[in-house]
């Protein structure tokens, strides 16, 4: 069963950079037809797909936040990041890295994701 575990700073202030990592544990990130996704809910909202990257490196964004996300990974440690650049308070939320597949194409709706991570808070404010 795999795991997933976000870690990263809880609190940032406007302009500033939110940088996350998931540490993915019980499979590989490179698992074929899987895909790593970042999928976030801010207060009295449903949950938002970010971005993801897949099993052969590619990364795909939502259209509404490709200009200020990126995504990336380190396979020696098995890990991937969110990078999202120039945070306002309406990026605070519950931010989640998630897994999904086995598919041929890429999940961009947060159901899709059958597994996730606990979450870890992000709040923005001066």
């Known amino acids: 069963q795999v795991q997933l575990q976000e870690s990263g700073p809880g609190l940032l202030k406007p302009s500033q950079t939110l940088s996350l990592t998931c540490t993915v544990s019980?499979?590989?990130?490179?698992?074929?037809?899987?895909?790593l996704g970042w999928i976030r809910q801010s207060p009295g909202k449903d949950l938002e797909w970010m971005g993801a990257?897949?099993?052969?490196?590619?990364?795909y964004y939502s259209p509404s936040l490709k200009s200020r996300t990126s995504i990336s990974r380190d396979t020696s440690k098995n890990q991937f990041t969110l990078q999202l650049s120039s945070v306002t308070p309406e990026d605070t939320a519950v931010y989640y890295c998630?897994?999904?597949?086995?598919?041929?194409?890429?999940?961009?709706?947060?159901?899709?994701?059958?597994?996730r991570g606990q979450g870890t808070q992000v709040t923005v404010s001066t």
């Open positions: 998630a897994r999904g597949g086995p598919t041929w194409v890429v999940p961009r709706l947060a159901r899709q994701y059958g597994s």
């Open positions: 019980g499979g590989s990130i490179t698992t074929n037809n899987y895909y």
């Open positions: 990257i897949g099993y052969s490196g590619t990364t």
